[in-house]
């Protein structure tokens, strides 16, 4: 333990301004009888804040090995070593030996190390092992052993795991064995209750119900835009000018949004955004008539389809429109954020892609 960041170890304390979500609680509660919960969402949507409030007022704390990882966690050794230090919370003698064994110059094999890992957590008391922020983890090597893991997962430990996006493992198969509780964006948005719950009694704004809505309805339920807005709110007295004009380009959400979603993705995906932003709705034909190119222009990508699917998976602020993944539109903040970048570095080829569009429309 005195090689581990300890930090990492513990839960976030609970918030001041937390609206209790007994609704989200009642649905965690059912990885108790399950091996995994997955919590899947994009960044803001409250999912860190949601399982430490749920480990309070539960009173789980006591049984939760708590792991909050980073990009250096995606090295084998360092993951386990850190997997382990969290187990070690609950029961101090959990996996004694492993921590000393992935410290040697040649440690076992890993399927060695998570077999002697694995028998010696069956005699651990009933536990929550929380793995948060797992969308930082980028090695194969790390989720083929979590993989493993999971699938000789001892009876006492159940894993939840929050991320932004869907974690490469066996989730089709879990669920269909009846062993996986999911929250995804449609459960985590603020429904109208939690919407006004949060703005009046938490943040003590009065907004009468006209206003909520419309905030609502703008935000899609987003939490973080929920808070930013309700910040800029305070000792305001034009509440229905602001709401009005509350967009993607707000300096809070606009700093956000850039900071947390647009500059953590590659020059590649951002070009797709910004000139695929145009469109209110978006399937993968119409995107590639917008963004072919002649000869003078860039190639962005091979394929309108693989790129949508790489936003759907990776929770790009993407909502679908349909049960087949065919048509998505991107979240409306998110959107003005967009339109409002291409307007200053796409500004020139704007209108060509316009036209684009309205070709596709008129064929199709």
Request: charged share 25%; hydrophobic share 45%; net charge negative.
């Amino acid at each position: 333990m005195s090689q581990l960041l300890k930090a990492k170890l513990y839960s976030p304390p609970t918030r001041p301004e937390l609206v209790t979500r007994e609704r989200l609680f009642v649905h965690l509660d059912g990885v108790l009888q399950r091996k995994l919960a997955l919590l899947s969402a994009p960044a803001g949507f409250g999912k860190t804040t949601l399982l430490s409030a749920w480990l309070h007022v539960r009173n789980l704390g006591a049984r939760a090995a708590w792991l909050s990882l980073d990009e250096r966690d995606s090295d084998p050794r360092r993951f386990w070593s850190y997997v382990t230090g969290a187990l070690q919370t609950v029961d101090a003698n959990a996996g004694a030996g492993i921590l000393d064994a992935l410290a040697a110059p040649n440690p076992p094999a890993f399927p060695e190390l998570l077999t002697e890992l694995i028998n010696d957590l069956e005699a651990l008391p009933n536990t929550l092992l929380i793995l948060d922020d797992y969308h930082l983890i980028q090695a194969a090597p790390v989720h083929d052993s979590l993989a493993f893991f999971l699938d000789y997962l001892p009876k006492p430990l159940h894993l939840v795991i929050a991320s932004r996006t869907n974690p490469p493992l066996p989730l089709s198969r879990l669920r269909g064995r009846g062993q996986l509780v999911e929250l995804r964006q449609a459960d985590l948005q603020f429904t109208r209750e939690e919407t006004e719950r949060f703005l009046n009694q938490i943040m003590d704004l009065h907004l009468p119900p006209d206003i909520i809505d419309k905030l609502r309805n703008r935000t899609e339920g987003w939490v973080t835009g929920l808070q930013m807005a309700a910040l800029s709110l305070r000792g305001r007295d034009d509440a229905a000018d602001f709401v009005a004009d509350f967009a993607g380009t707000h300096r809070y959400i606009l700093d956000y949004l850039v900071e947390e979603v647009l500059e953590r993705e590659s020059a590649k995906v951002q070009r797709f955004l910004l000139r695929t932003a145009i469109l209110e709705r978006l399937c993968a034909p119409l995107c590639d008539a917008v963004l072919a190119g002649g000869p003078e222009e860039e190639i962005i990508h091979s394929s309108s389809q693989e790129m949508l699917a790489y936003l759907d998976r990776a929770h790009l602020f993407v909502v679908p429109l349909d049960d087949q993944r065919q048509w998505y539109r991107y979240h409306r903040l998110f959107a003005d954020l967009l339109r409002a970048r291409a307007a200053l570095q796409e500004e020139a080829r704007l209108p060509l892609l316009h036209r684009r569009a309205s070709v596709w429309y008129e064929q199709a």
